[in-house]
T-cell receptor
């Protein structure tokens, strides 16, 4: 089955610690995205990548970093510079057929600060 | 700037029809998406409108009026499993990778 996987489902971070969230897709999609969702709010874009070895900052990139060494993988690192990291993190990828466009989401990682 | 507005919460009865509205003000428009999100889960894609009019997919339909900056999601024959949040998102014309999300409408379906 094709899809997007994220791990872990829950992640705990200690003060001053960097943590990395995994995102893998086998859909052969070029574009991948990381969003953050806070309770009662919409999704906000952290980073996105159009192709391998290229990525761009979204609206709230401060305190985060990404890499895109393979088409299938787009890991997100939450650094110690991110002062309020507790949130639900969602990875997504896009598919387009003609004018029809679909965005697929992974199951998400919930990050909590200890 | 970008501004996407949806009602915060709605309640409807099983078997009924409900319409969830979304209004947007964006500096450029290149498509509107609707997603369903059950509590604690990831959003799932429902529909995509880029042209004016109604798109129908089974019990779900989505309408777009670009001149009015308005869309709605219509859910027919409501089922208990339709209780979820419904997110409206607008894609930027100037950066195809930027999607602006509303805060979502929490739909409660009661028996």
């Amino acid at each position: 089955d094709g899809g997007i996987t994220q791990s872990p489902k829950y992640l705990f971070r200690k003060e001053g610690q960097n943590v990395t969230l995994s995102c893998e897709q086998n859909l052969n999609h070029d574009a991948m995205y990381w969003y953050r969702q806070d309770p009662g709010q919409g999704l906000r874009l952290i980073y996105y990548s159009q192709i391998v070895n290229d990525f761009q900052k979204g609206d709230i990139a401060e305190g985060y970093s990404v890499s895109r060494e393979k088409k299938e993988s787009f890991p997100l690192t939450v650094t110690s510079a991110q002062k309020n990291p507790t949130a639900f993190y969602l990875c997504a990828s896009n598919a387009r057929q003609g004018y029809q466009e679909t965005q697929y989401f992974g199951p998400g990682t919930r990050l909590l600060v200890l | 700037g970008q501004n996407i507005d949806q009602p915060t919460e709605m309640t409807a009865t099983e078997g009924a029809i409900v319409q969830i509205n979304c209004t947007y003000q964006t500096s450029g428009f290149n498509g509107l998406f609707w997603y369903q999100q059950h509590a604690g889960e990831a959003p799932t894609f429902l529909s995509y409108n880029v042209l004016d009019g109604l798109e129908e997919k089974g019990r779900f339909s989505s309408f777009l009026s670009r001149s009015k900056g308005y869309s709605y999601l219509l859910l027919k024959e409501l089922q208990m499993k339709d209780s979820a949040s419904y997110l409206c998102a607008v894609r930027s014309l100037y950066n195809f990778n930027k999607f602006y999300f509303g805060s979502g409408t929490k739909l409660n379906v009661k028996p």
